[in-house]
């Protein structure tokens, strides 16, 4: 087995921007995309040349894994980044661990209570979007806030001295779920320890759902388990404070009402409505291997906590089978495969996975189409 290696949490901070290590890319099911859907097809039917044509050239296969995708009319790139930060207000820095199209995570060591933790640094290419400082202090609001086992705790947030944000967090030793699936000679493999695993998942979630904020990108990429067995639920940027509205009347639930959870969003301090405009309807974000068909389709009003459950279902699919629901080589065709929810060759594999029927039957639920015909939530 591999040895443990030190990683910070969410790195994927605000729509589209994901964790990079510094040794590797992302493989076409892990890589996170962000794109404009305001001139795709109408919901469940297939994909146009325009659709294509934004992906721009995805008929490459990706390798490995990490890789940080953005393919939105706001991805940028920015070869001549400046210098990585010395100082984070009281942390020392010693060198970038990981990088996303957002954030750069950096290794630090914190001088006056003596410990290790990871420091999550804006890039200085997003210095001057206001939109997109608003979704890197969100990301660390909503994480800080969310106290939980398998959530990394955020310490402090601040301002480097070039006015870029900045957030301290734990830092976590251990591989994630997808590199611990790999190592696997077959599905089969210690499945009951793997199943154990999925549970935690499914509990961390029920808190955050509780707490009225849905994750968005649920996949064994954006799960660590420990040196110690811990399991922790990574990479909270993509993650979305949700205030109800399709919840039946009957299963009233914290986030039926304003969510207890306080962002830059939702506490009046000054952010417009139109500043959510990467979350509007138009526009997808998230990895098309896990994501479920409404996501896919950029309708985002219609996602509540099923979109993580459609995520849960994702992880125990590949738990059971070895895959992710939506197989194949080109990133276009898996988008396709996303927003029309074909989930046929997906449940075939379930089939003959030699999994117990319930499980069988419980990622099916979780994978359904419609978003009425999967388990309300998490719990």
């Not at 990479?235 to 830059?264: C, F, M, N, Q, Y």
């Not at 895959?323 to 988008?335: E, L, S």
């Not at 029927?357 to 099916?364: E, V």
């Amino acid at each position: 087995m591999a040895q443990p290696n030190d990683r910070a949490v969410p790195d994927e901070s605000s729509d589209g921007d994901h964790l990079t290590a510094s040794s590797g890319s992302e493989s076409a099911y892990d890589a996170t995309l962000h794109y404009d859907l305001s001139d795709s097809p109408e919901p469940g039917t297939a994909a146009g040349v325009s659709f294509e044509a934004r992906l721009g050239d995805t008929s490459q296969p990706a390798v490995d894994s990490d890789q940080t995708i953005e393919t939105s009319s706001s991805a940028t790139s920015n070869p001549s980044e400046s210098p990585a930060p010395q100082v984070a207000g009281r942390y020392v820095l010693q060198g970038e661990i990981a990088r996303g199209g957002m954030g750069a995570i950096f290794s630090a060591r914190d001088e006056v209570l003596g410990r290790d933790l990871a420091i999550k640094v804006l890039l200085d290419s997003h210095v001057d979007s206001p939109e997109t400082g608003r979704r890197f202090i969100e990301e660390a609001q909503i994480n800080g806030q969310l106290q939980h086992p398998g959530i990394v705790p955020v310490h402090e947030l601040g301002t480097l001295e070039d006015r870029r944000p900045f957030f301290a967090m734990k830092l976590v030793k251990g591989q994630t779920l997808k590199a611990l699936l790999a190592e696997r000679p077959d599905p089969r493999s210690d499945l009951s320890r793997f199943l154990g695993v999925f549970e935690h998942i499914c509990l961390t979630m029920a808190y955050a759902h509780d707490r009225g904020v849905i994750h968005r990108d649920l996949k064994p990429a954006n799960v660590m388990v420990g040196a110690f067995g811990e399991v922790q639920v990574m990479d909270w940027g993509l993650a979305k404070v949700i205030t109800g509205g399709t919840k039946p009347a009957e299963e009233p639930t914290v986030s039926d009402e304003l969510s207890v959870i306080r962002t830059i969003r939702n506490s009046g301090s000054g952010a417009s409505s139109g500043s959510e405009s990467h979350t509007q309807f138009g526009w997808a974000i998230g990895t098309p291997a896990y994501m479920p068909p409404e996501q896919a389709l950029g309708e985002v009003e219609r996602m509540d906590e099923r979109a993580d459950v459609f995520g849960l279902g994702a992880i125990l699919c590949e738990i059971l089978t070895g895959t992710p629901p939506y197989v194949n080589d080109q990133r276009r065709d898996i988008m396709r495969m996303a927003m029309r929810g074909e989930t046929t060759e997906c449940f075939a594999r379930l089939d003959n996975s030699g999994a117990e029927q319930p499980l069988i039957d419980l990622a099916k639920e979780c994978l359904a189409f419609d978003i009425a015909a999967r388990p309300r939530n998490a719990k």
